[in-house]
């Protein structure tokens, strides 16, 4: 039976005060796929160094700074996909798990099941197209020509999902114009991942743990949620009201 790998690219801005959950993060990954690549792109944070510092070393690990024009959760995944496609690494993991770093793993995904079903792209957790930020959605989408079947998708919550490897390389081309510079573009990418992974997905909407309407009320408050307690669902969304006006705490 095939051993199918992983690899998560994790989109991380760390600011004092706040707890990071990159260290728990990182141990649910290492304790279900001990043989599993974890990539952590940090989004210019000052004081990047209290976390990396306690990460360096590891070899499943790879710290990489975010140093191009584009910034947020698809300017640090920017930054992952480079690094694997330059380092013809692509081809050693099957499946590439790309999300924030407060959207953490709780338990395994057999990925096995995950290629059964030919799932090759889909969010993390759904919810529905609402068109919001259409400004910044809708250009995008007409310059990659993909300014259609708006009717057929859902919506990539929290711009966390997941990809094949097969499919990696056409995203990360599709990536290459995107800016953003601002909160209100980064939250354009929910609306315009959801078109490129319908499409990645073979025209079909799939999401490992569903709906987040419905997994808010059936496993999880994210406002309050204790990552470290029993919870049902395969990953955990951890809320902080961290913005661009957020400091550290000296």
Known sequence: MKNFKPCFVIAQKYYRGYESFVPLYVENILKNYEDALIIIVDNNSKYKEDIFDNLSGNKNIILLENNIECK??????????????????????????????????????????????????????????????????????????????????????????????????????????????????????????????????????????????????NYYDPWRVNPRENINSFFIKILQQKNENTVDIE
Not at 132 to 152: H, I, S, T
Not at 190 to 208: G, T, V
């Open 72 to 217: 947020f959760e698809i300017g640090a995944y920017k930054v992952g996909m480079n690094y694997l496609l330059s380092n013809n690494l692509v081809e050693n993991f099957d499946y590439y798990f790309f999300t924030q770093d407060n959207f953490i793993l709780n338990k395994k995904i057999e990925l096995g099941e995950l290629y059964g079903k030919e799932m090759t792209a889909c969010p993390i957790n759904s919810y529905f197209f609402d068109g919001e930020c259409r400004g910044v959605w809708e250009p995008l989408l007409n310059l990659l020509n993909l300014n259609n079947n708006l009717d057929k998708i859902n919506f990539c919550w929290c711009s966390s999902f997941v990809l094949h490897k097969s499919k990696l390389e056409k995203m990360y081309e599709w990536f290459k114009p995107i800016i953003i510079d601002n909160r209100w573009a980064s939250s354009a990418s929910e609306r315009y991942l959801a078109r490129m992974l319908w499409e990645l997905n073979n025209f079909k909407n799939d999401s490992i743990d569903g709906d987040c309407r419905e997994l808010s009320s």
